[in-house]
């Protein structure tokens, strides 16, 4: 994961989806406390507008796992906050109502893979104090402290660390071993993939500095400077895997 610079508001959202939680919250005073998923309008969170500002604005990338998703597949429009129903641990049963009023909220909407999203993620929103979690529309989440990091908000790289491709929590940082744990940065799907990357750069990087070490040939020691300087000092937080990378060779 790495920390994501939230873009410009798509217009939908302020106009059709400001619409959508006025009516779902006076539905909440009216009494209803049960939001299924049909409740939510997916044309206007999941509108081509929105999901395009998401992928600007995280490069293509999920927001948990940093593969980039857009050659394989569309990416889901992920609420960061559970909007239908959450739960503290994977054992709990369904909380309802989750977090309708944010249904519709820029702040609360990240891009995933399919893989993080629906086989990890789910609806899990634990929170360090589960007793101040807002219940509706009226409470305010800013008296929540979530266990999972949104990365709009922090910057990850504060709490998950790599040994090699091998995620771990810093310090033992519980946002970095929920995050961990829950979305599954371990898997050895994401290993496997870190490790090819991370082995490619570290077999380029030996070959710089054997160049490097090598009698001075302008030519070939600017190349070398070259190389180096794009291989640690220019990690884009395009590139896949940026954060494992970072960790490792910057
Ligand atoms: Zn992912």
């Not at 779902?24 to 500002?53: M, N, P, W």
């Not at 629906?118 to 509706?136: D, G, I, M, S, V």
């Not at 490790?195 to 500095?209: A, P, S, Y």
């Not at 070939?220 to 300087?229: E, G, K, T, V």
Request: with cysteine; hydrophobic share 35%; glycine share 6%.
């Amino acid at each position: 994961m790495i920390f994501i610079q939230r873009g410009a508001e798509p217009e939908i959202l302020t106009l059709d989806g400001q619409d959508k939680v006025r009516a779902l919250c006076e539905e909440y005073d009216q009494g209803k406390r049960i939001f299924e998923a049909d409740s939510f309008d997916s044309k206007v969170y999941g509108h081509q507008t929105v999901k395009q500002a998401l992928i600007h604005m995280q490069h293509g990338k999920c927001c948990f796992c940093e593969s980039k998703i857009q050659h394989i597949t569309f990416g889901d429009v992920e609420h960061y906050r559970p909007k239908a129903g959450y739960r503290q641990n994977d054992n709990d049963a369904m909380q309802k109502p989750g977090y309708y009023w944010l249904a519709y909220s820029w702040d609360n909407l990240l891009l995933s893979c399919e893989r993080c999203n629906r086989q990890y993620k789910k609806n899990l929103f634990p929170l360090l104090h589960p007793e101040k979690r807002a219940q509706c529309h009226k409470d305010h989440v800013c008296m929540e402290t979530p266990l999972l990091i949104n990365p709009t908000i922090t910057d990850p790289k504060n709490h998950i660390g790599f040994r090699d491709e091998i995620p771990y929590p810093i310090d033992d940082s519980i946002y970095g071993k929920t995050m961990i744990e829950i979305l599954g940065l371990d898997r050895e799907a994401l290993n496997e993939r870190r490790r090819t990357e991370l082995g490619k750069l570290k077999r380029l990087l030996e070959l710089i500095k054997i160049v490097e070490a090598m009698p001075n040939d302008g030519a070939l020691q600017q190349s070398a400077a070259d190389a180096r300087q794009l291989l640690l000092k220019d990690i884009l937080p395009s590139d896949e895997y940026s954060a494992m990378i970072e960790a490792n060779l910057a």
